[in-house]
Nanobody, 114 residues
């Protein structure tokens, strides 16, 4: 069964850190680029970071220097390390394939607030 399961969200103070995980199953994870997206209340879902199958990564401007995407092909998992978090990072975070997107998972809520 093809599935994406996000985890690792929570409530954190501004300036804090979180590490999100996305466990994939049901497809050959290693050959796909993987993306992290987020959707804030009342806003459209936006692409946050991408990691290609070869490891090259890309970030949206607002998170450059603060977020790091990585992958472990042995564990079929993609990660998003989020540092120096800001209130505007508050959103539900999702992962998906870069090509041939799959049904969305449940996402993981990240709330940055004092």
């Amino acid at each position: 069964q093809v599935q994406l399961v996000e985890s690792g969200g929570g409530l954190v103070q501004p300036g804090g850190s979180l590490r999100l995980s996305c466990a994939a199953s049901g497809f050959t994870f290693s050959i796909y680029g993987m993306n992290w997206y987020r959707q804030a209340p009342g806003k459209e879902r936006e692409l946050v970071a991408r990691i290609l199958s070869g490891g090259r990564s890309y970030y949206t401007e607002s998170v450059k220097g603060r977020f790091t995407i990585s992958r472990d092909n042995a564990k079929n998992t993609v990660y998003l390390q989020m540092d120096s978090l800001k209130p505007e990072d508050t959103a539900v975070y999702y992962c998906n394939r870069n090509s041939g997107p799959l049904p969305w998972g449940q996402g993981t809520q990240v709330t940055v607030s004092s």
